[in-house]
């Protein structure tokens, strides 16, 4: 959800922002881990991991994947309320290597393709043929550096995140394909798109107009604009939603 909040205020800058969130539900079935470039055995040390963040058991039979592989989705395979299923490039290497539990759901090979070093776009499709998520992953900044062959893999921060978003990523202490990342928050985080004051150099005693954009998974209810006066301790005023 996008939103864009103001308030005119004379100012002069030290600006902190401060949200207050209500959840809301969102997709189920995403794109959550990625070791495109593994440290190890880099032909067969390849995976996808997608997590359900749904409260219901999902059939993924005929899924596929048709950007990033090309891999279909056995029939049978299920991916159950906050569960995992983790699509290998070679499964009894993952298996063996990482040792997830028994429980997990692991799927393969996807030997005739490949994740691309450099980056590129995943996307997955339903049995229908709609897609269900897509994420464009790079090797370089904004994304982390330690998942570009550095022992790392990308991991999503959180489901309700925008994981097609480089911020919504971050390298993996470890890998942990088949169990909760490392990196996980509880809540997601919103994104500010932007904030800025206008005008950007006020003179003495010009009103000034602070906004933000901020995008969340989470509907934002409150936001607080805390600002000092020439150093001064911090003041705080509740910023106004404008409309949009």
Partial sequence: MNRRLVNGKKIGFV?????????????QVVINEIMYHPFSNPDDGE???LYNAGDSEIDLSGWRFTDGIQF???AGTKIAADGY??????????RDFYKPASSVVTVGNYADSSLSNDGEAIILENAMGERVDKVEYGDSSPWPNAADGGG????????GMDNDDASAWKASLSPTPGRANSQKLATPPPNFVYTRRVPESPAP???VRVESRVKSANDITQMTLFYSLNG????????????N
């Fill in 152 to 159: 790392a893999s990308l991991e999503l921060l959180n489901a």
């Fill in 72 to 74: 279909k989705i056995p």
């Fill in 232 to 243: 001064a301790p911090a003041l705080s005023k509740a910023m106004t939603l404008d409309g």
């Fill in 205 to 207: 005693n010009q009103a």
């Fill in 47 to 49: 995976y996808i991991e």
């Fill in 85 to 94: 299923v983790v699509v290998c490039r070679n499964e009894l290497f993952i």
């Fill in 15 to 27: 600006l902190l922002l401060a949200i207050l969130l209500t959840p809301v539900s969102f997709a």
